[in-house]
Structure formats: C-alpha cells, structure tokens
C-alpha cells in the first residue's frame, strides 16, 4: 500500500497474501497478477461444473477472468482479512489458508525485501515467473526470479519462522 502519494508500495506480504484468499475464494488458478500506478490487474482461469445434457457426464466450462483492484479495494481486503483472522469464535474450527494466500504471501515477503517499485507475475501449474523493476545507479531495469512449486512449498514451511521479523 501506499503510505502517502508518491510513495513506494509498502508492505507486498500483506496486499498479496490478501490478494492470494481472494482468488483462494474465486477458485481461480494459472494466475496473472501486474501492479499498476493506482492498484494491481488480477487474471486467472476459473472452472466450473456444468451438467451439458441429461445423457451425458458433467463438464468442465472453462473462462478466463480479470479483475482491477484499487488501492482502497486493497485496504478493504486487508481489513476484513485481519479482522477473520483475528476474530474471536471459539465454536468455529480456524480457516486454514488456501494455497494462493498461503505462496502470494511468501512471494510478497521475497519482494519486500528486493524493494522494487513494481512487480509483475504470473503462475502456472504453481511455478512462478517475477518481473521486479529496480532502480540502480544506472537507472531503472527489469529483474527476473523464477520459483519452482518445491521452492514455494519450503517458503511456506518456513514462514512460520518468520513471523514477527521484517526485513528492514
């Protein structure tokens, strides 16, 4: 999010992770996410079930969406993020976070500590391709990082350790 106008975006592990129980909840998978000026651009591949005839067996009917998210759009998806995770209900079994909330959120840790000023990233088959744009003394330039769904998996085991560190 951005503290103040003309800020660099703070905190990716959080806007992500929010981002990631999003399209946790949309059941979107083979993601696109791209940051822009004002928010971030969502695109994924969502599939659902759909009786064709009386004869014949249920299909998958495939669509592609896309989703533009301000950064109040964020701020909102952060709050009531913060607030499920935070609310007290002893009857209710604790929501387990889904696999996107669960990679984008490692994902965004790795970002903030490369300190880009945009990202841009896509998943398929839960491997990721990350375009980070960094300022060097040279000027701006595009960097690349790639991450295996293994990789992935021993972030997110790790990341527990994690918690309650920032990298500054």
Do not use: C
């Amino acid at each position: 999010m951005r503290i103040y106008e003309g800020s660099p975006r703070q905190d990716y592990e959080e806007v992500f992770r929010s981002i990631g129980a999003f399209i946790d909840q949309r059941g979107m998978r083979e993601i696109l996410l791209t940051e822009a000026p004002d928010g971030f651009m969502i695109q994924g591949i969502v599939g659902s079930t759909a009786d064709i005839s009386n004869w014949s067996d249920p299909s998958m009917t495939v669509d592609k969406e896309t989703y533009t998210f301000l950064d109040d759009d964020i701020a909102r998806f952060m709050e009531e993020a913060m607030a499920r995770r935070h609310a007290p209900n002893p009857s209710a079994e604790p929501r387990r976070a889904g696999g996107y909330e669960r990679a984008l959120r490692v994902l965004g840790r790795y970002i903030d500590q490369q300190k880009p000023r945009d990202v841009f990233f896509f998943e398929q088959e839960g491997n990721y391709v990350v375009r980070l744009l960094m300022g060097t003394r040279a000027g701006a330039k595009h960097v690349l990082a790639e991450f295996t769904a293994d990789e992935l998996e021993t972030m997110v085991a790790q990341g527990p350790g994690w918690r309650g560190t920032r990298s500054s």
